[in-house]
């Protein structure tokens, strides 16, 4: 299983952004798979997460209403789309993959992921 994130950069506060995670090496349709960033010193966190199955999403309360998940089957891809970008959205931006559906209660949870992609960096200037 290979994860392959895309699509970070530097941009100016109340740009958009467009990421893009790569997936190779299982069958993407039973797969949940997770956004998740990390700023220094912080903690990790969910930005937004989908089972690919169903189309169910989860999105963290400090994006809600500026990101937007989508998947491509065809091309074995999840895309996050960011706009309204701010300083706080400055992080390291990881996807990762789980190999069955995850209940929505939970997708949410680093700890249910059992593979992750190497991350890109998305720097907000102010």
């Known amino acids: 299983v290979q994860l392959q994130a895309s699509g970070g950069g530097l941009v100016q506060a109340g740009g958009s952004l467009r990421l893009s995670c790569s997936a190779s090496g299982f069958t993407f349709d039973e797969y949940a798979i997770g956004w998740f960033r990390q700023a220094p010193g912080k903690e990790r966190e969910a930005v937004s997460c989908?089972?690919?199955?169903?189309?169910?999403?989860f999105y963290g309360q400090s994006v809600a209403g500026r990101v937007t998940i989508s998947s491509d089957s065809a091309k074995k891809s999840v895309y996050l789309q960011m706009s309204s970008l701010n300083a706080e959205d400055t992080a390291v931006y990881y996807c990762?993959?789980?190999?069955?559906?995850?209940?929505?209660?939970?997708?949410?949870?680093?700890?249910?992921?059992?593979?992750w992609g190497q991350g890109t960096q998305v720097t907000v200037s102010s």
């Open positions: 990762a993959a789980r190999n069955r559906r995850i209940v929505i209660s939970s997708i949410h949870l680093a700890g249910v992921y059992d593979y």
């Open positions: 989908i089972n690919i199955s169903d189309g169910s999403t």
